[in-house]
C-alpha cells in the first residue's frame, strides 16, 4: 500500500529557492501528495533490497571501541568515532587497520572531537576534525600526525567539506548557525539566525542530496538547503502534507516549554532523518509515537515498515534479537550504500555494520 508519491524528485531538489533571504520560503518539497495509510508487513529485504552485506568489526587487541558517536564510509574504509574522543579505522571486510587516539592538551593532539570527516587529499585519506574552533588536520606517516588547522573565531559543531575549497560549517557563539569559509578560514556567508530548536545536533548534521547539501531544521518538516552548482542557501520542506510539524509550530512549542519542548514532541507527527538511496529517498519520521522508515523512488511508488514500538516487518536482515539497527541511520554516512550500526545484544559480542547498495 503506498503512501507517498514522488513527482521527479531530482528536478525538484535542484530547483529548491535558493534565495538567501531568509524571509523568502518556497513550496518546493522533495516527497509529494502523501497520504496516510496502515503500514505493510515487509521483510527488510525488500524494502531496502537484497544487494547487502554484513561487516563485523574486528577490534584491536588492547582497544575497545565503546560507545558509537559516528561512523562514516570513504574508500573502500570504514571510520568510527568513539566516545568523542578517538577515531578507528577499518577496512573493507572489518579488519582494524588503524587508531586516532591523541586527546590531549599537547601539540598535535586535540581537546575534544565536535565531528570528523575524512578526505583524499593527494590520493592520500586525511582525517579532519572539529576541536571547539580548529578543525585540524591529520595525515598518516606510520601513526596520525597534524599536518594543518585552520583557527577560526567561533565554535565549530558541525562541518561539511564542499569540492570548491569551501566548508559548510553549524557554528556556535555568533547570532548566525551556518557559515560558509574557504580553506583558510575567510568567511564568505552566513545564514539562518540562531534558533535553538534547530539546532538539535545529530551525528551526520548535513545530508548530501544529489548536488545540494540539506541542513535539517531540527526535527520540523523544513530545512535549509545549500545549493553546490550555484552557491547560493534557500528553504525547502520534505513531504507535502499538513500533519507534519511545521518551523513555525517548532519555534511556538520552545516558546512554550523551553527545553522541554523534547518531550511535547512525542505528541506529534515528525522527521528524524533523511538519506539518498541511489534513486530513492529513505526517512525516518515519527507518526503518532512510531517511528516508521520509508523508503520511495521516482515512479511514485513507496514501501514503509513500522519499527518501533510495533514492529510491522520480517527481519530476513540480522540474526541478533534486536533488529531496531533500522534507527541507526542517523549515525552514518556513505558515499555508496545506505549504512546501518548493528549493536552487540551481549557484552561479547561485535558491533557490525549493515550495509546496503541500490540497484
Known amino acids: 500500500m503506498k503512501i507517498f508519491t514522488i513527482i521527479a524528485y531530482i528536478t525538484v531538489v535542484l530547483t529548491i529557492l535558493c534565495s538567501c533571504s531568509e524571509k523568502q ?19 527488510i529485504s525488500e524494502l531496502l533490497g537484497t544487494d547487502f552485506r554484513i561487516i563485523n568489526l574486528n577490534e584491536a587487541q588492547g582497544y575497545s571501541i565503546g560507545r558509537i558517536n559516528k561512523v562514516v564510509k570513504r574508500a573502500n574504509n570504514f571510520f568510527i568515532l568513539s566516545d568523542d574522543k578517538t577515531i578507528f579505522q577499518f577496512d573493507d571486510d572489518g579488519n582494524f587497520i588503524s587508531i586516532l587516539d591523541k586527546k590531549g592538551g599537547g601539540p598535535g593532539e586535540y581537546n575534544r572531537i565536535e565531528d570528523f570527516d575524512i578526505y583524499e587529499e593527494n590520493g592520500e585519506l586525511v582525517i579532519w576534525l572539529a576541536d571547539f574552533s580548529q578543525i585540524k588536520i591529520y595525515k598518516f606517516n606510520r601513526n596520525w600526525q597534524l ?34 569559509i574557504n580553506n583558510d578560514g575567510n568567511i564568505i556567508k552566513e545564514f539562518l539566525n540562531k534558533e ?5 545536533l545529530k551525528p551526520v548534521q548535513f545530508v548530501k542530496i544529489d548536488s545540494s547539501i ?25 513531504i507535502k502534507a499538513n500533519h507534519f510539524l511545521k518551523r513555525s509550530e517548532l519555534l511556538d512549542l520552545y516558546n512554550d516549554y523551553g527545553y522541554d519542548f523534547f518531550i511535547e514532541l512525542k505528541k506529534i507527527n515528525y522527521i528524524k532523518n533523511i538519506r539518498q538511496y541511489g534513486k530513492n529517498i529513505v526517512i525516518e519520521y515519527s507518526m503518532k509515537n512510531n517511528r516508521l522508515l520509508s523508503v520511495c523512488n521516482l515512479q511514485g511508488e513507496s514501501k514503509h515498515i513500522n519499527v518501533f514500538p510495533n514492529p510491522s516487518y520480517i527481519n530476513d536482515i540480522s540474526k541478533k534479537s534486536n533488529p531496531r539497527f533500522l534507527l541507526s541511520m542517523f549515525l552514518t554516512d556513505s558515499d555508496d550504500s545506505l ?8 557484552i561479547n559480542d561485535r558491533y557490525a555494520l549493515i550495509e546496503f547498495f541500490a540497484k
Open 25 to 43: 520560503d518556497t513550496n518546493s518539497y522533495l516527497i509529494t501528495n502523501f497520504s496516510q495509510s496502515e503500514t505493510e508487513n515487509l521483510k
Open 214 to 238: 540539506i541542513f535539517p531544521l531540527g526535527m520540523s518538516n523544513s530545512f535549509v538547503n545549500y545549493n553546490c552548482t550555484n552557491q547560493q542557501f534557500g528553504f525547502g520542506k520534505y
Open 147 to 180: 599536518s594543518n588547522a585552520i583557527k577560526l573565531p567561533f565554535v565549530i559543531n558541525k562541518f561539511i567539506q564542499l569540492k570548491n575549497n569551501q566548508i559548510l560549517l553549524m557554528t556556535g557563539q555568533n547570532p548566525n548557525s551556518l557559515t560558509l
Open 196 to 200: 535553538i530548536p534547530f539546532l538539535t
Open 339 to 346: 549504512l546501518f550500526l548493528e549493536e552487540p545484544d551481549e
